[in-house]
């Protein structure tokens, strides 16, 4: 069996999902600084995703230690930790490693084995929808501290955790029914609506909710410090647009573009599949600081699609 990038990614998902999802159960506890959705409303998860520390950190006034367990300069401690994790990895976290990034990926697996083609967004209406991650940001930035003021009720001091389509989806894999009760009986009011559309998304649109994911906006505005590069080398491109129809959020610029070496754009998830399906020597790699990691060619491509 020939190795692919696409079955490296994938055993690193699924690896990554029961880690994550389940690893508290068995004493893995990676800390509150996972640079992806790893769900704190996941009871007996491995690791605890960075936006509530986010929201905790920026909320201090509201009772820091009950959210995060620990004090104040400890909850700072986290925001060192999940820098450090961000400029090892940047990206991969979210193309390799995020529990619901693979949750969305099932759901374009299904629509696949049912026949029914992805639904795709055009240039237009994603450069409209790029802005939406960062707006869900500065949600997350801004509500947390005008509840310490006293500007806003407490239900906002965790303002995302209180949309987020993960806290509804996630804990249902760890089958535990009175746990998923007591969360679903607690439902804010947003949520059930969000979670409707994100599953209907999820369906029609590989990554759909990664357009809006504020974890992606996080990690891409600390790309200046990040080891993980897409990187073009323009005289190879032939302009084919197989990086554009491969890539799962739809990212066009890839293959337009003619000046820039680095065409790590601020949707990428680093998944590497537009490097997996050009057929020209060389013309994208995949870097880890100075390391090449993969490196499109025209004999990868032609054995990794060729039909069987």
Same mark, same amino acid.
């Given at each position: 069996?020939?190795?692919?990038v696409?079955?490296?990614r994938?055993?690193?998902?699924y690896v990554?999902?029961?880690?994550?999802m389940?690893?508290?159960?068995?004493?893995v506890?990676l800390?509150s600084?996972?640079?992806?959705?790893?769900?704190p409303f996941?009871?007996?998860?491995?690791?605890?995703?960075?936006l509530l520390?986010?929201?905790?950190v920026?909320?201090?006034?509201?009772?820091?230690?009950s959210?995060?367990?620990?004090p104040?300069?400890?909850?700072?401690?986290?925001?060192a930790v999940f820098?450090?994790?961000t400029?090892?990895l940047?990206?991969?976290?979210?193309?390799?490693?995020?529990p619901f990034?693979l949750?969305q990926d099932?759901?374009?697996l299904?629509?696949?084995?049912?026949?029914v083609?992805?639904?795709?967004?055009?240039?237009?209406?994603?450069?409209?929808?790029?802005?939406?991650k960062y707006i869900l940001?500065g949600?997350?930035?801004?509500?947390?501290?005008l509840?310490?003021?006293?500007?806003l009720?407490?239900?906002?001091?965790l303002?995302f955790?209180?949309?987020?389509?993960?806290?509804?989806?996630l804990p249902?894999?760890?089958?535990?029914g009175?746990?998923?009760a007591v969360l679903?009986?607690?439902?804010w009011?947003a949520?059930?609506a969000?979670?409707?559309i994100?599953?209907v998304?999820m369906?029609?649109k590989d990554r759909?909710?990664?357009?809006f994911?504020p974890?992606?906006?996080l990690?891409h505005?600390l790309?200046p410090?990040t080891a993980? *590069?897409?990187l073009?080398?323009? /005289?190879?491109c032939v302009? !084919?647009g197989?990086c554009?129809?491969? %890539? +799962?959020m739809?990212?066009?610029g890839?293959s337009?573009?003619?000046e *820039?070496?680095?065409?790590?754009? /601020?949707s990428c998830l680093? !998944?590497a599949r537009c490097?997996?399906? %050009? +057929?020209s020597?060389?013309?994208?790699?995949?870097?880890?600081?100075? *390391?090449?990691l993969?490196?499109?060619?025209?004999?990868y491509?032609s054995?990794?699609?060729?039909k069987?």
């Amino acid at each position: 069996m020939v190795i692919t990038v696409r079955r490296l990614r994938t055993t690193a998902q699924y690896v990554s999902f029961i880690v994550l999802m389940y690893g508290g159960r068995f004493g893995v506890n990676l800390g509150s600084a996972v640079p992806c959705f790893a769900c704190p409303f996941v009871r007996g998860c491995g690791g605890q995703c960075y936006l509530l520390g986010v929201q905790g950190v920026l909320g201090f006034g509201m009772n820091l230690e009950s959210l995060t367990g620990a004090p104040l300069f400890s909850a700072l401690g986290w925001v060192a930790v999940f820098i450090i994790l961000t400029a090892l990895l940047g990206k991969i976290w979210c193309g390799w490693v995020c529990p619901f990034g693979l949750v969305q990926d099932w759901f374009s697996l299904l629509r696949r084995k049912l026949g029914v083609r992805e639904r795709m967004a055009s240039e237009k209406t994603l450069r409209l929808l790029s802005p939406a991650k960062y707006i869900l940001l500065g949600y997350i930035a801004v509500l947390p501290p005008l509840v310490t003021v006293g500007l806003l009720p407490s239900s906002f001091y965790l303002p995302f955790c209180n949309i987020c389509p993960g806290k509804a989806l996630l804990p249902l894999f760890t089958l535990d029914g009175e746990y998923v009760a007591v969360l679903y009986s607690t439902f804010w009011t947003a949520l059930p609506a969000v979670t409707a559309i994100t599953l209907v998304g999820m369906f029609f649109k590989d990554r759909f909710f990664c357009v809006f994911c504020p974890m992606l906006a996080l990690i891409h505005l600390l790309k200046p410090v990040t080891a993980i *590069r897409l990187l073009k080398d323009n /005289d190879s491109c032939v302009g !084919c647009g197989n990086c554009t129809r491969a %890539c +799962p959020m739809g990212i066009s610029g890839v293959s337009r573009e003619r000046e *820039r070496f680095d065409v790590q754009f /601020d949707s990428c998830l680093d !998944c590497a599949r537009c490097a997996e399906s %050009c +057929p020209s020597d060389g013309a994208l790699r995949l870097n880890w600081h100075r *390391r090449t990691l993969f490196s499109s060619s025209r004999l990868y491509a032609s054995r990794r699609f060729r039909k069987p």
